[in-house]
Nanobody
Framework: QVQLVESGGGLVQAGGSLRLSCAAS????????MGWFRQAPGKEREFVGA????????YYADSVKGRFTISRDNAKNTVTLQMNSLKPDDTAVYYC??????????????????????WGQGTQVTVSS
């Protein structure tokens, strides 16, 4: 199975940028479609975006589309979430998650967190106004 560790969170002013990384170990990332989620205090875990196992496709929640970008380097076993034009509403703990890829299926993103098999511990992102 795969282990995931996020890093790169911190405090940033509104309009700023942060880059989160998710480092995988134990198995190669080509075995997994990857997702990013976030959870603010008192709220449910929210889908942010996803990346296909091959790195060829990405999908984003409407709330972050055009501001956030997911990329992955399968050779380095890492997935990154570049966050630009940050808003106070983006404040949350951010998690990367993995779901075993089904190579014959066109499906690669799931907005329901229960679909994902593996999770990192999360990294805090705080955006001040």
């Amino acid at each position: 199975q795969v282990q995931l560790v996020e890093s790169g969170g911190g405090l940033v002013q509104a309009g700023g940028s942060l880059r989160l990384s998710c480092a995988a170990s134990g198995r190669t990332l080509t075995s997994y479609n990857m997702g990013w989620f976030r959870q603010a205090p008192g709220k449910e875990r929210e889908f942010v975006g996803a990346s296909k196992w091959s790195g060829g496709s990405t999908y984003y929640a409407d709330s972050v589309k055009g501001r956030f970008t997911i990329s992955r380097d399968n050779a380095k076993n890492t997935v990154t979430l570049q966050m630009n034009s940050l808003k106070p509403d983006d404040t949350a703990v951010y998690y990367c998650a993995a779901v075993t890829a089904r190579y014959n299926s066109g499906d690669y993103y799931y907005t329901d967190p229960v679909k994902y098999n593996y999770w990192g511990q999360g990294t805090q992102v705080t955006v001040s106004s």
